[in-house]
């Protein structure tokens, strides 16, 4: 994910056989997991912000030192410029967003299941980026990960109301387009089509990945981070 950002701005993304990876019930990084995190990029002194996702579109900002994102804080986007402050979502199924304004030296991650797709928490991470530090849209990087993708991800009727845009018919069966939801709100936004990629990995299709949908409520959580050197 890294190589699409400047020098100095990581992005990681875990499969089920990382050490980043989340088994089940385990909500954030062991401390013997942030301490590997923490070596793998030869970063001493780091910080991990932990969110208690809850799909909505509540977006946090960590400023080290004054922070206004306390630990386990209800949200699913965090955003901060603080150096070597690890900030990360956990997804099984559910879309990652990786933001980066390489102007401002700032990042930013979302959380984007069905539910914070349907009250635009990409948009709104976006937006709170252009507020807090002052980003410009166009100006922004944005990078799409690993995530349920149409082949699998068939849904109710009710999700052609909630989606008009993004639903895919085959006969009697209704898909949700779960990044293609977010792409387009992302370039409602401002974002430039050049500037937004996606890595079109299907976590349902790919057993490297943790799957709710194939796997059930028992699943582990694939763990999207990033963070800024000094």
Request: charged share 20%; proline share 7%.
């Amino acid at each position: 994910m890294s190589d699409f950002f400047p020098h100095g701005i990581h992005a990681i993304f875990s499969d089920r056989h990382s050490r980043f990876s989340l088994p089940p019930g385990q909500l954030s990084l062991t401390p013997a997991q942030e301490k590997a995190a923490a070596a793998y990029l030869s970063f001493p002194d780091s910080v991990f912000i932990s969110l208690r996702q809850v799909h909505g579109n509540q977006v946090c900002v960590y400023d080290r030192g004054v922070s206004v994102c306390p630990p386990r804080l209800e949200a699913d986007a965090c955003l901060t410029k603080s150096p070597r402050s690890w900030i990360g979502v956990r997804t099984a199924d559910c879309l990652p967003v990786f933001l980066c304004d390489p102007q401002n030296r700032c990042v930013g991650i979302v959380h984007a299941g069905w539910r914070g797709t349907k009250r635009a928490i990409a948009q709104e991470a976006v937006a709170r980026m252009c507020e807090v530090f002052g980003s410009k849209p166009a100006e922004l990087t944005a990078v799409l990960g690993p995530c349920i993708r149409p082949c699998c991800y068939t849904v109710g009727p009710e999700f052609c109301d909630f989606f008009p845009e993004d639903i895919l018919r085959q006969g009697q069966r209704i898909a949700f387009d779960l990044a293609g939801a977010n792409i387009r709100q992302l370039l409602q936004s401002g974002v430039r089509e050049s500037r937004l990629h996606d890595c079109r990995v299907c976590t349902c299709c790919d057993a490297r990945f943790f799957s709710y949908r194939r796997e059930g409520e028992g699943c582990g959580r694939n763990l999207a981070l990033m963070v800024i050197e000094d």
